[in-house]
């Protein structure tokens, strides 16, 4: 778009400042983030801004005290679990809805849109009471383990349009020569669909990863003991308990952060691109 | 015809999973809800109660009431002015006709909601206030600032990339560890990052996340007023809800601006060309063609903003601290702790069909007043 004329010098210098300004807002709680993690007690008591020395064992500590340890692989375990789960049963709804012909489709979709419009904050009264009717009922314990922390965040209707979205694009010709070759749905779909799926899978898991690291509602509901508690949680008690010690608060932050934006570097491009197309009309 | 059994049963098999999951606990609880708030319920259900908890939430049904009349004689009036018969040629009478509708509306609602807010639960209405407030100072800013950003990006031949994955960083970090960082930098101690910036200024030091007072009452105080009204203090956001709400923007700002990029690009540069030629300015070009086109795009982002506004829980449990009181309470707050703090499923399944019905009114009012002015092409 950028045409040879251009808008007037003075403008492309202001919105240059203006995104540079924007970027560095973005940036500066991460870097004081990082800061404070690194700063002794009395550091952060004062008004420093780099610390005089690295400490490193604020991690050590923060770790240890808060049990972080544990709550890392709750979290790590919970997040498996459900990425999976997500996966595999909104690509398998996504399929039908995308390119099969059944009465009933358009309704069906209908539904799970519908789904979209309703907050967590509504159902989480009544699932609550759901899960805890389901804990009494069943042979396996729901509550304080991770079925009630999972089963309920297993299939999302954001997942599902967003697959459906792409899947409507693959060409027609795929499933002709499948089906010349003699695979049914169910091979069509894991041994051909699946492996096309690469970028949007991502996306989509990546979406379900960050929400279900940031539970935090829903775990402090169903959980009553740490065996099952996810970090969002242990760094919740962490903070409401340790008080002034922010340079551990820091550390704690930083560990939580980590893993998230690892996954996010290795596949930003994917990710940025799937939740672009989110926007758009399909 | 066997072979077409045979697909229904392989599509509805492979739903099946995904579609019970959806039903049980993304679509039941809505009735589910309606269900447990007609009885006493704390651990297990008890006595049937009819709506007892409606009218300890909402207050005497009488006040209700009028509420209901008037909203009712609100869309009455609208239908009747939006008739497309009379679109064209207004007559006189019809405008009294409408003026009269608005007039026992504004009546019947002045009669209605003082009662309702005396004697319904002051913690729902605190909640819907806050929400308000949260929703006002977090969209619009949001949206504008990013569909500046966006246009500038989009014009920007460099550094697109960089800057895309540079502001979608604090929409992907997770919300406990931001909220846990934006609670120091906000925190009321004279080191924090907020009061040492406020230094800088030249300001006095402020409580931030633990200020209950109103920004308002705050300005008002450090420009030498001191005597305020207490509606000063009630009818404008704390000091406190300001810092979140400065947390929320700077949250969404990133992905407000990724998503819209994505919309600029999709406007076909044919639109642009002819726009050139005509000799249009460049304020003309935003207002006629990337605004118009885009706008599907704002609509979809103003939607997921309101919803997440209603959301909104993670930052603001983390955020809150004693000192703000309920200022910062959020109606979703108020559900959790009905149901965290006070045990009582009943009365929270209540106040959370009440915020259903809201959402419900407010997303069908949002569709009928944008969604007409969204261009979504031929």
């Known amino acids: 778009m950028a045409s040879e004329k251009g808008p007037p010098k003075w403008t492309r210098w202001g919105s240059y400042a203006g995104l540079v300004l924007g970027g560095i807002a973005a940036c500066i709680p991460f870097v004081w983030m990082l800061l404070a993690s690194f700063m002794t007690r009395g550091e952060t008591l004062r008004k420093v801004f780099v610390p005089a020395e690295m400490q490193w064992e604020n991690y050590l500590l923060a770790w240890r005290e808060a049990d972080f340890g544990l709550y890392f692989e709750n979290s790590l375990i919970i997040a498996v679990v459900q990425v999976g789960g997500t996966l595999l049963f909104s690509l398998m709804a996504a399929y039908p809805l995308a390119r099969m012909q059944f009465r009933g489709r358009d309704a069906v979709f209908a539904c799970i849109l519908a789904t979209l419009m309703i907050p967590e904050t509504v159902t989480m009264v009544p699932n609550f009471l759901t899960i805890t009717w389901l804990h009494r009922q069943s042979p396996f314990a729901w509550l304080d383990s991770w079925p009630a922390l999972t089963v309920p965040f297993m299939a999302s209707a954001f997942c599902i349009f967003l697959l459906r979205q792409f899947l409507r694009a693959l060409p027609g010709d795929l499933w002709e020569a499948a089906r010349i070759d003699g695979a049914g749905h169910v091979r069509f779909l894991f041994q051909i669909v699946l492996p096309l799926c690469r970028a949007p899978l991502l996306t989509v898991g990546m979406f379900t990863f960050i929400g279900s690291w940031n539970a935090l509602a829903w775990p402090l509901l169903v959980t009553y003991t740490s065996k099952w508690r996810p970090i969002s949680v242990g760094l919740q008690q962490f903070v409401s308990e340790a008080g002034a010690e922010v340079h551990l608060q820091m550390a704690g932050a930083v560990i939580a952060t980590f893993p998230v934006l690892l996954a996010y570097f290795l596949i930003q491009r994917e990710f940025t691109e799937g939740i672009s197309m989110s926007g758009l009309k399909g | ?378």
Not at chain 2, 138 to 144: D, F, G, R, S
């Open chain 2, 1 to 378: 015809m066997k072979n077409k059994g045979k697909e229904q049963l392989i599509a509805w098999g492979f739903m099946a999973p995904a579609l019970i999951v959806l039903a049980a606990f993304g679509l039941f609880p809505i009735g589910y809800a309606f269900y447990v708030s007609l009885h006493r319920w704390r651990i297990k259900q008890e006595a049937l109660i009819g709506l007892e908890h409606y009218v300890r939430a909402l207050g005497d049904p009488q006040f209700f009431a009028y509420f209901l009349l008037g909203l009712i004689s609100i869309w009455a009036a609208s239908r009747w002015f939006g008739r497309r018969r009379w679109r064209h040629r207004r007559s006189l009478v019809s405008v009294v006709v409408y003026a009269l509708l608005c007039a026992v509306a504004l009546w019947l609602m002045s009669l209605g909601l003082p009662g309702m807010l005396e004697s319904g639960d002051g913690r729902l209405y605190n909640g819907f206030k806050v929400t308000f407030f949260y929703a006002l100072g977090t969209i619009p800013v949001q949206l504008t600032v990013a569909m500046m950003l966006a246009c500038v990006l989009f014009n920007s031949w460099r550094g697109k990339g960089f800057f895309r994955v540079l502001f979608f960083l604090p929409y992907v970090t997770p919300v406990i560890a931001s909220a846990v960082v934006f609670r120091t930098i906000f925190s009321p101690h004279p080191s924090s990052l907020a009061n040492r910036f406020w230094a800088i200024l030249g300001m006095e030091e402020q409580r931030w996340l633990y200020e209950n007072k109103s920004v308002v009452f705050l300005a008002l105080e450090g420009l030498g007023v001191s005597s305020c009204p207490a509606w000063v203090n009630e009818w404008f956001p704390s000091l406190a809800l300001v810092s979140i709400i400065l947390y929320n923007i700077w949250v969404y700002i990133g992905y407000d601006t990724v998503i819209l990029l994505a919309g600029l690009s999709a406007i076909p540069a044919h639109y642009y060309e002819a726009a050139e030629i005509d000799g249009a300015g460049s304020w003309q070009v935003f207002r006629h063609i990337t605004l118009p086109l885009v706008s599907p795009t704002l609509f979809f982002l103003s939607m997921v903003a309101v919803i997440g506004t209603f959301k909104a829980f993670n930052h603001i449990y983390i955020m809150r601290t004693p000192g703000a009181r309920d200022t910062v309470d959020v109606l979703s707050i108020a559900i959790f702790d009905q149901l965290f703090e006070h045990h009582d499923a009943g009365y929270a399944a209540c106040l959370a069909f009440i915020l259903f019905v809201a959402i419900l009114a407010l997303t069908l009012l949002q569709n009928r007043a944008l969604g007409k002015r969204v261009f979504y092409g031929e």
